[in-house]
Nanobody, 113 residues
Framework: QVQLVESGGGLVQPGGSLRLSCADS?????MGWYRQAPGKQRELVAT???????NYGDSVKGRFTISRDNAKNTVYLQMDSLNPEDTAVYYC??????????WGIGTLVTVSS
């Protein structure tokens, strides 16, 4: 059974940086992050496959970087130039080759002075 364990959320000032990590119990083809702000729909942040194909949401392009350590079954999200609009619960996401989707419980990121 796949289990996604997130870490790294917290409070950061505008313009600051934060790194999220998500470890899974076994290798999943496509892993990444979605986020949901209060009163808004869940949206794509970034995903990366085991063959290093990446996809980013428009609002984070150029500021966030996703990477994977396949040996550790871990995906990282480096978030730079954070602004208050990035405040949300960030969910780790995984999707297998056969289309099974998995979600973490979420970690809160708050960007505020």
């Amino acid at each position: 059974q796949v289990q996604l364990v997130e870490s790294g959320g917290g409070l950061v000032q505008p313009g600051g940086s934060l790194r999220l990590s998500c470890a899974d119990s076994r290798s999943i083809f496509n892993m990444g992050w979605y986020r949901q702000a209060p009163g808004k729909q869940r949206e794509l942040v970034a995903t990366a496959t085991t063959v290093s194909s990446t996809n980013y949401g428009d609002s984070v392009k150029g500021r966030f970087t996703i990477s994977r350590d396949n040996a550790k079954n871990t995906v990282y999200l480096q978030m730079d130039s954070l602004n208050p609009e990035d405040t949300a619960v960030y969910y780790c996401y995984g999707r297998s080759l056969v289309g099974m989707a998995y979600w973490g419980i979420g970690t809160l990121v708050t960007v505020s002075s």
